[in-house]
């Protein structure tokens, strides 16, 4: 791949892998998240990182987890700085109806051009899809996009019966 993806995971996904996983939907998404990380630290695809982020991990009060949070991001190549127009779109998508970190991650996301904006959350990724022509970043799951972007190129539905 001559340009590696650039991913952002918010904050539902860098917890993912410190969740409980005695469900078999964290679990999945657990690994999918370490997988992607895998990739980001061995340099095939590359971590975003933001000011959204850090500040989100700074309100994390179980000391372990934090800095295993800071750990993990502490692999991102770049990090969105704050600025006067983020605030504004973050103000835009609030009145589409996204929470406010919601909101700050996604128009991180956009100003730093990153090709997936990766959450765990239903609630963010339903709206993201009912707002997605009015959102300037692909929204996925890390399980769906990374079954999506690991599948042979021309193979849609990898289909073994032949």
Do not use: H
């Given at each position: ?81 704050l600025t006067d127009a983020i605030e504004q779109r973050t103000i835009e998508l609030t009145q589409l109806g996204f929470k406010s970190f919601d909101a700050a991650h996604l128009a991180s996301t956009e100003h730093s051009n990153v090709d ?47």
């Open positions: 791949m001559a340009n590696p993806y650039k991913i952002y995971m918010d904050m539902c996904c860098l917890n993912r892998p410190l969740d409980d996983s005695l469900q078999e939907r964290i679990r999945l998404e657990a690994e999918a998240v370490l997988l992607i990380y895998r990739k980001c630290r061995i340099g095939e695809w590359q971590l975003i990182s933001s000011e959204v982020i850090e500040l989100e991990i700074a309100q994390t009060k179980d000391i372990q987890r934090l800095e295993q949070l800071r750990s993990a991001i502490s692999i991102a190549l770049d990090k969105c700085m997936i904006f990766l959450t765990t959350d239903d609630r963010l990724l339903k709206r993201a899809t009912r707002y997605r022509d009015l959102i300037k970043v692909k929204v996925k799951n890390p399980v769906n996009w990374f079954i999506e972007v690991s599948q042979p190129q021309g193979d849609e539905n990898n289909d073994d019966t032949t």
